[in-house]
């Protein structure tokens, strides 16, 4: 039986006879015990099937919303107005649209991801086979969320196929919900938005595990080769190929052919947002260099643009700005778009020949392809842009106004605030027009770091000025100054990494693993992540970025001039800084938590998602931030990473979702769990407190961290060093103790050993605690004690019968 | 508290580095000299607190210069002993660091420091706040200390009159630490501290076996429990020995009962394929069974390539660990190899049989002569038939086990499979159950028999739309 696969058979023994087999239910069940597996309750969970887990989370950590808006306006039955308790014409209750529209936004983002991750795989089974194998590193656990949720323990391209399927059809089912008439409930809204969250991670993991196989990009490499960031870092005098977007697929053909026809040092290939991060990945895992530079995320986009630099414009998927051909035609930059998602109304010239296309674009006949045919779009890209550029030079287009403009333009500014009114940021713009007219552009160099090049104000101006260009022109220093570094993304935490660094997590030399993900936009420039990440790393927290943080990160140098990532070494260690990659690569960051339990408690991964997340939610100290804006795909994300039990945290335009999930740590009710040796209750510490919330500012950013990354199952060790830094953050940045820290002291060698004496006489004075001041000893005090061999489990069934 | 100390003192300094540019003075190093030095003392002969200096203090260092210096500590307390002054000596490293402004390198009288510019600065301008800080740290960390007092000094010929005593005191400590074994002392340590992570794991911390992770030693052990006997490090009282081969004692065989809650009941200490001790994960080195040649190799975290057996370090590790006793594979710390009693039960050295080159010249002094060049490497030996021809040609003492195997096996080889495997010896050495993937037999797998009914189809067509395939109830 063990040997029956699907497709057409014929047998010798048997005249004439064809058997067809089209599906084998319970393959995945049989494959694990073929293997020496054992399968988990639920391998390929369907909505219903972990929902009680998610009520668990949500009873504890309840949503709450605070919506901008009290419409609901999905049909036409409506609209409705669910504001003062109201229903809507379907029944829909305010609570339950708002969950309903943040499953919205999780099921785009996990789609976008998972569109990404079929478009890849299937391109890639096309042209290496789906028996090629996946190779991403030294690890025994090649694909951790991929088996934890969907028990496939996948070997080749071929077997990802299968988990795509999984992803694509719970993902329909989940849209399904969206449609007037289904859910009511909005708890059930959230868990079904967690289910999205928790399928995102499996489709961001087989894009990248299908790219990183087969394109040559960093295994699990802490040495991955650092790349050359920052609109500075662009010799414009070269033709310049400006690729945007985030799957890689297609440049890698122009590489390939820039490659061949020895144009890599003739032209400046230059990407924006991870497409630009997976370029600088490609073929680099045998010791190659980088042949790509990156410009930066998608707050660069319109700057990158509008500098007038870019010869030709390539954009694949995700993450583009809709008004990329309007602002490319302005300046005579042909656009060439490669994939479904985005094609800008442009003709498909997949079938016509390179010369046709390049004599269409370069004579500006047309102002753009679409060319879905990769190695035509390999051969045009270079070549148009080696021949636009001399072209563009003769017609001497610019964009950027000339210093005599400049003067003239701030000039005229009549200081009535509209462009301040539309600036999602309110940035200072009238004050920086008056500076600038009194001979000071420097408060314009600042806009330019703060600015996210949305572009609103251009079009409000009442007087017309190009606000966006005036801001670039007078930054102009500034820009050329702006080279950085960024390490190429290195894949996954391989296994051994993480077994060199269980004795940190272990002994308190690592006290968290801090997460910065998500977009640009933050509310002081790249300035704020640097000085998150620094003050982390100096405290031995491991950084983890990926996608855009991780570029813009690499944008802020010290006073030596080096960025942090030439900084830090870049291991899965205490104190290292790592960049896993792209915005797919996210699913490393996750992917190591649950490695965590598969090698230091040798848990079973496989289909085995609560037991799992338990675990990773009482012992693995790990938070998340979304520091800058958020997209859906980073709210996708970050729900992936909640029902995981990993907190989040989101700066003050991530709030702008208005939701929230919160615990409540004065409900002492909430914060019990079981002890599974026993399955008798045991009081927990309210950390994590939350499972998203905001934080409105670094300063109160940064205890939070070290604050949640305290977790049930500390020892004395790892909860007085995350003690230390919880105490320490909050004096240093709100210049206060926290006024909680003594609820998670259990024993005196809890206590941050460098002020133990003076934390202990606190504790008698303020709080009553007994103290053996001879021993130096807790007498009584604490509401919890210290016991490690305790195994906090919120799973009833995974404890062990009571004796008693 | 933290206020009284004209700087700050954190963890978070423990990374700092202080580079020429940024220095105002060194202390010891390469190019001077210095030592430190914790001395347990009578309680009668320690003033608690007292601080003193023979030498030229802080303010009198010019910038850019260099002094020797030399600190030592006397501590007393009840609990207090000479097994414990390196645990405390250890922790002046650490401690230093964490003064913000302060480097402190390497130990003993290799000791290298750097004061910051910064730091003087900030007003640093004696070794005075320096000591006290220190011993504060000291008595904090380890309470059984009840009294502290430290000298520190800056005087080259007082250095050298002391340095010497110094270097006694370190050589008879190491002396003391070599000549300790298992059999020497009533009392080993159990440590649970990663419990935090691995829930199930209990590591045994003798003389002769120092933690997996590598990190705590039994004086280690030793001073934790005194901190705390209830801690997560704490007293085992040993016992009876059961087995002085394999490391086996009745109560260390209680304990793991008692704390795997009966999931099993005995650990040898010294035992690969016996009752093996358990592991966390963090192991750096994995031991593996190799049955062709009836011999053990080891694998470390560094080694990127594939053992003999066909295996990678990640794939071998993922068999074991957890806190599960697994037979067949073994994680240790490379320490482990350094120790005398290095898997005694199984033949110790005489059984190994293959090792990455960079990990056995790392432990190359503590392999016994007579079987150091009979250990093949990655260098030379990749597979089992070259590794069987590389141990024959050596005369490795584990060729002796096969002798004895063929006539043990002569009847059941006749009976199954003529020759091919004739080392190749199955289950025996190994009672109880194999991990999965392990045994070469997985080679064997696909000639499955079956029985029962035959059906005979001609000319027919079958379209199976689903097959449901379900366990046997």
New interface residues.
């Given amino acids: 039986m063990s040997k029956i696969t699907t497709g057409k058979f014929s047998l010798e023994d048997l005249e004439n006879v064809q058997i067809t087999i089209n599906n084998i239910v319970g393959a995945i069940e049989t494959k694990a015990e073929e293997e020496g597996v054992e399968m988990g309750p639920t391998p390929k969970p369907g909505i219903s099937s972990l929902r009680n887990w998610d009520y668990k989370l949500l009873s504890r950590y309840q949503p709450v919303y605070t919506p901008v808006c009290d419409q609901c306006c999905y049909c036409t039955f409506g609209k409705c107005d669910l504001g003062g308790n109201k229903e809507g014409a379907c029944g829909i209750n305010m609570e339950a649209h708002q969950a309903r529209e943040f499953l919205l936004r999780v099921i785009t983002g996990a789609a976008a991801h998972a569109g990404h991750g079929r478009h890849i795989l299937h391109h890639l089974i096309e042209k290496h086979g789906g028996d090629h194998p996946i190779n991403v590193g030294p690890s025994n656990l090649l694909a951790p969320n991929t088996q934890m949720v969907t028990g496939i323990m996948p070997k080749t391209l071929g077997d990802l196929e299968k988990v795509m399927d999984y992803v694509e059809e719970q993902l329909t089912q989940l849209l399904a919900t969206i449609h007037v008439g289904q859910e009511g409930s909005s708890l059930d809204f959230e868990s079904k938005a967690m289910h999205g969250g928790m399928l995102d991670h499996v489709g961001m993991e087989v894009s990248d595990l299908a790219q990183i196989s087969c394109m040559g990009m960093p295994k699990s490499d802490p040495e991955a080769p650092l790349a050359e960031i920052g609109m500075g870092c662009i010799d414009s005098t070269k033709p310049v190929l400006l690729v945007i977007g985030h799957n890689v697929a297609g440049v890698t053909y122009i590489m390939d052919y820039m490659r061949e026809h020895d144009l890599d040092d003739k032209m400046e290939l230059a990407g924006l947002c991870c497409t630009a991060i997976d370029m600088t990945r490609y073929q680099t895992d045998k010791g190659g260099q980088p042949r790509a530079k990156i410009i930066g995320a998608l707050a660069k986009e319109l700057k990158m643009i509008r500098s007038a630099a870019p010869d030709v414009i390539i954009v694949d998927e995700q993450c583009v700005r809709a008004d990329v051909l309007d602002e490319a035609k302005r300046l005579f930059i042909p656009v060439i778009t490669t994939n479904e998602k985005i094609m800008y109304g442009l003709p498909d010239r997949s079938k016509d020949s390179a010369d046709k296309i390049i004599e269409d674009l370069s004579s500006g006949k047309e102002a753009g392809a679409l060319i879905l045919d990769f190695d035509l779009l390999g051969e045009v890209a270079p070549r148009l842009a080696m021949k636009m550029a001399p072209i563009r030079e003769a017609k001497g287009i610019k964009s950027l106004p000339s210093d005599e403009e400049l003067k003239t333009l701030t000039a005229s500014c009549v200081q009535c605030g509209a462009c301040e009114l539309v600036c999602p940021n309110n940035l200072p713009i009238m004050n920086a027009m008056t500076a600038a007219v009194a001979g000071d552009i420097t408060k314009f160099e600042k806009l330019h770091d703060h600015c996210i090049a949305c572009g609103r104000c251009d079009p409000v101006c009442p007087k017309g000025i190009p606000i966006l260009n005036v801001i670039e022109k007078a930054a102009q220093r500034a820009i050329r100054e702006e080279k950085g570094k960024m390490r190429a993304g290195r894949g996954q935490i391989s296994d051994p990494e993480i077994r060199e660094e269980g004795v940190n997590l272990v002994m308190g030399t690592t006290p968290g693993i801090l997460a910065m993900v998500g977009c640009s936009n933050y509310p002081e420039g790249t300035k704020d992540l640097y000085t998150v990440a620094n003050e982390m790393l100096q405290r031995n927290y491991i950084v983890v970025m990926s996608g855009c943080s991780a570029m813009d990160l690499g944008m802020y140098k010290d006073e030596e001039g080096k960025t942090l990532y030439e900084k830090y070494p870049a291991k899965f260690l205490a104190g290292n800084l790592i960049n896993v990659g792209s915005c797919v690569s996210n699913a490393h960051i996750t992917g190591t938590a649950i490695k965590v339990a598969a090698i230091f408690a040798q848990r079973n991964i496989t289909g085995n998602y609560e037991e799992i997340a338990d675990y990773i939610m009482n012992r693995i100290g790990a938070v998340g931030v979304a520091w800058g804006a958020y997209s859906q795909k980073a709210s996708s994300i970050a729900t992936g990473c909640n029902r995981l039990g990993i907190p989040v945290i989101v700066g003050p335009h991530g709030s702008k979702y208005r939701r929230a999930l919160i615990g409540k740590p004065y409900n002492e009710e909430d914060w019990k769990v079981y002890d599974a040796r026993n399955g008798e209750e045991m009081p927990i510490p309210s950390s994590p407190e939350f499972l998203l919330t905001t934080a409105e500012t670094i300063e109160e950013l940064m205890p939070m961290i070290a604050k949640n990354c305290i977790r049930p199952s500390d020892n004395n060790m790892g909860r007085m060093i995350k003690l230390t830094h919880y105490i320490e953050l909050s004096q240093k940045y709100l210049g206060h103790l926290p006024e909680d820290w003594y609820k998670f002291v259990r024993v005196e060698t809890d206590l941050p050993i460098t002020r133990r004496e003076e934390l202990l006489k606190i504790l008698e004075k303020e709080h009553g605690w007994e103290i053996d001041w001879k021993r130096k000893k807790i007498i009584s005090g604490p509401t919890m004690k210290l016991d490690v061999s305790a195994q906090p489990t919120n799973v009833k069934r995974l404890c062990k019968e009571s004796v008693c | 508290?933290?206020d009284e100390f004209p700087f700050e003192?954190?963890?978070?300094f423990?990374?700092e580095r202080i580079r020429k540019d940024n220095m105002h003075v060194e202390l010891a190093g390469p190019k001077s000299i210095g030592f430190e030095l914790v001395r347990a003392t009578d309680m009668k002969d320690v003033e608690d607190g007292k601080f003193t200096l023979i030498g030229p203090d802080l303010s009198e260092m010019a910038e850019g210069s260099r002094y020797p210096v030399a600190m030592i500590y006397k501590i007393a307390g009840e609990l207090v002993e000479t097994d414990l002054e390196s645990i405390v000596e250890r922790r002046n490293h650490e401690f230093q660091n964490?003064i913000q402004g302060f480097m402190h390198l390497n130990q003993r009288d290799d000791v290298w420091l750097r004061v910051s510019k910064d730091a003087i600065k900030k007003g640093l301008t004696s070794f005075e706040p320096v000591a006290k800080a220190i011993m504060?740290?000291f008595?904090?960390?380890l309470?059984f200390i009840e009294k502290v007092e430290a000298v520190y000094i800056t005087d080259q010929a007082e250095i050298e009159k002391e340095i010497d005593n110094a270097r006694a005191v370190y050589k008879a400590r190491d002396e003391r630490t070599k000549g300790l074994h298992d059999e020497d002392v009533d009392t080993f340590y159990g440590c649970?501290?990663?419990?935090?992570?691995?829930?199930?794991n209990v590591c045994v911390i003798t003389p002769d076996r120092i933690s997996l992770?590598?990190?705590i030693n039994w004086f280690d052990g030793r001073a934790a429990a005194k901190?705390?006997p209830e801690?997560?490090q704490f007293a085992i009282e040993k016992g009876e020995l059961l087995d002085a081969s394999s490391g086996e004692y009745s109560g260390v065989n209680d304990l793991a009962k008692r704390?795997s809650?009966g999931e099993y009941d005995r650990i040898k200490l010294h035992s690969f394929f016996e009752y093996p001790h358990t592991s966390?994960?963090?192991?750096?080195v994995v031991g593996f069974y190799i049955p062709e040649v009836d011999g053990i190799g080891w694998v470390d975290?560094?080694f990127?390539g594939t053992a003999p057996n066909g295996l990678?370090?990640?794939?071998m590790?993922?068999q074991t660990?957890?806190?599960?006793q697994v037979v067949g594979f073994l994680g240790i710390g490379v320490n482990y190899f350094r120790s005398p009693k290095f898997i005694s039960g199984d033949g110790g050295w005489d059984r190994v049989v293959w090792m990455p080159n960079m990990l056995k010249q790392k432990i190359l002094d503590s392999i016994p002569e007579d079987v150091k060049d009979k250990i093949a490497t990655d260098e030379n030996i990749n597979d089992i038939e070259s590794l069987k021809n590389f141990l024959k040609e050596k005369e490795h003492p584990v060729i002796k086990r096969w002798v004895v195997e063929e006539e043990e096996t002569i009847e059941e080889e006749e009976e199954s499979q003529p020759s091919e495997a004739q080392y190749y010896q199955p289950m025996q050495y190994v009672p109880q159950q194999m991990p999965?993937?392990f045994m070469p037999s997985m080679a064997m797998m696909g000639g499955?028999g079956s029985g029962g009914v035959k059906i005979?189809?001609?000319?027919?067509?079958?379209?199976?739309?689903?097959?449901?395939?379900?366990?046997i109830e």
């Fill in positions: 508290m933290a003192i954190s963890p978070m423990e990374g964490y504060m740290l008595k904090n960390e309470p649970t501290l990663c419990a935090s992570f691995a829930p199930t992770c590598g990190a901190v705390d801690g997560p704390l809650s966390c994960g963090c192991f750096e975290r560094d990127a990678q370090f990640s794939t590790a993922g660990g957890g806190g599960k999965a993937g499955s005979i189809l001609k000319n027919a067509k079958v379209t199976v739309d689903k097959i449901i395939v379900k366990k």
